[in-house]
């Protein structure tokens, strides 16, 4: 059987073995011709705007790199100045910051009160009570009979280290002028002020002939008595205070002692070695 001719502009498939035909929808030429050259035309216009915009592109880049700004005007000068100074000063504050950050860090701490049991407890009843004293401002006195090695009472005060002492007492610059504090050396890195969460035990005075003293057990300050004390006594411990610096006649004039003893020392300062 003979094949018959295809129509102008179709497109023939062979036969398929079963006899059949697969037709296929005929495309005129005329209409694929005008899409490839409207395709070409589209991507001829795309290559051209293209290269339009690179050339706005480079002569932009041109324009920046000469240098051709637009000058600010004064308020806008001041602004930028401002921020500018802004900017320095968070800088600075920043560096200062991490820099009393480290100091600190670096600086010991206080040292903590211990926590072990006790070689000896302190009397459960006050033995002691505060009125005007002959020596100094208010002084602790026995309201009882109280005997000797008793442990009366615990020194207590905020923990703070000697460079923090110093730095809140500092002494005065008029030599003439008794440096009164009521800081207690517990250890080279530890300093109790009893002004701060102190009691009153802060107000037991000096004396060059003491019928007390201090004790240090377990990172703690106690008050035992060095006597057996009559009722109506004035509870009195030697200070013994130490400086950094030489003691000399002017160090021992900020530090007075009015104990009456009759070896007193004339300050509450220790001799130094």
Avoid: W
Wanted: overall charge positive.
């Amino acid at each position: 059987m003979a094949i018959a001719d295809a129509p102008s502009g179709a497109i023939t498939r062979p036969r398929s073995a079963r006899g059949t035909e697969d037709a296929v929808t005929p495309q005129p030429v005329a209409a694929t011709e005008k899409r490839g050259r409207t395709g070409a035309a589209k991507k001829a216009g795309g290559k051209k705007a293209a290269a339009k915009k690179t050339a706005g592109k480079t002569t932009a880049g041109k324009k920046a790199v000469s240098g051709k700004r637009t000058p600010l005007t004064v308020a806008a000068k001041k602004k930028v100045a401002a921020k500018t100074m802004t900017a320095k000063k968070g800088a600075r504050k920043g560096a200062a910051t991490k820099t009393a950050t480290r100091k600190r860090a670096a600086r010991p701490r206080p040292t903590p009160p211990g926590t072990e049991p006790l070689t000896k407890s302190v009397l459960r009843t006050k033995p002691f009570a505060l009125k005007p004293s002959p020596i100094a401002g208010r002084g602790a006195f026995a309201t009882r009979d109280i005997p000797k090695e008793a442990r009366i009472a615990e020194y207590f005060g905020r923990r703070i280290t000697p460079e923090e002492a110093d730095e809140l007492y500092p002494y005065p610059d008029d030599d003439s002028v008794p440096h009164h504090t009521f800081l207690f050396n517990l250890d080279e890195h530890t300093v109790l002020d009893g002004s701060v969460d102190g009691d009153s035990s802060r107000f037991i005075n000096h004396s060059c002939e003491p019928n007390c003293e201090a004790v240090i057990e377990d990172a703690r300050i106690f008050i035992e008595t060095l006597r057996d004390l009559r009722k109506g006594e004035e509870l009195l411990y030697d200070y013994q205070f130490i400086l950094d610096e030489p003691h000399t006649a002017a160090a021992k004039k900020r530090y007075p002692c009015y104990c009456g003893a009759k070896k007193c020392r004339g300050t509450i300062l220790a001799r130094k070695k």
